[in-house]
């Protein structure tokens, strides 16, 4: 025993323990699905801008059912590293779309109309450009909100 006397029945205290390891089960599947739901949306838009349904992608993917599918959407199944490779070649997306916060690739149209926008916004006012990005910021709320819930 070292100098300082450990005691091996110690618990840690209250406070600690609860940080460390949930006590109750369901807070544990809580904690896990907050830090799953960035893949599972990610993999769920990937989907959607497909336009396949889960037994589609299931199809695809080789791997797993519709409702597996759907369970990692939700961030009720956690998909192995091989899951989401199967899935992103399945949904022609880049592995890292899938695990990363990474911005949507544009093509080359909406390329070029996000620029002529841009052109015709940088002469107008001051006051109206607020307006407008308040109005953008309504409609990306509103088509989040409509986006669906499949």
């Keep these: 025993m ?32 907050r830090r799953l739901q960035p893949i599972a949306a990610r993999v769920r838009a990937a ?12 199809e695809r993917a ?7 599918i759907v369970n990692v959407e939700v961030g009720r199944r956690v998909p192995t590293l091989a899951v989401l490779a199967d899935l992103a070649r399945a949904l022609n997306v880049p592995l890292p779309s899938l695990v990363e916060d990474t911005p949507p690739q544009l093509g080359e149209d909406d390329d070029r109309a ?5 052109e015709r916004l940088r002469a107008l006012d001051p006051k109206v450009l607020l307006r407008a990005l308040g109005l953008l910021q309504a409609l990306v709320r509103a088509a989040e909100e409509n986006e669906p819930q499949g």
């Excluded at 460390?20 to 544990?28: A, F, G, S």
């Excluded at 080789?62 to 597996?68: D, K, P, S, V, W």
């Excluded at 996000?114 to 841009?118: E, G, M, S």
């Design 2 to 33: 070292n100098s300082v006397g450990l005691n091996h029945q110690a618990v840690a205290p209250r406070h600690l323990s609860s940080c460390l390891v949930p006590t109750n089960p369901e807070r544990l599947n809580m904690t896990r699905s």
């Design 47 to 58: 989907r959607l801008a497909a336009g396949l349904t889960p037994a589609e992608l299931a």
């Design 62 to 68: 080789g791997r797993l059912t519709g409702t597996e």
């Design 114 to 118: 996000i620029r002529a926008l841009a």
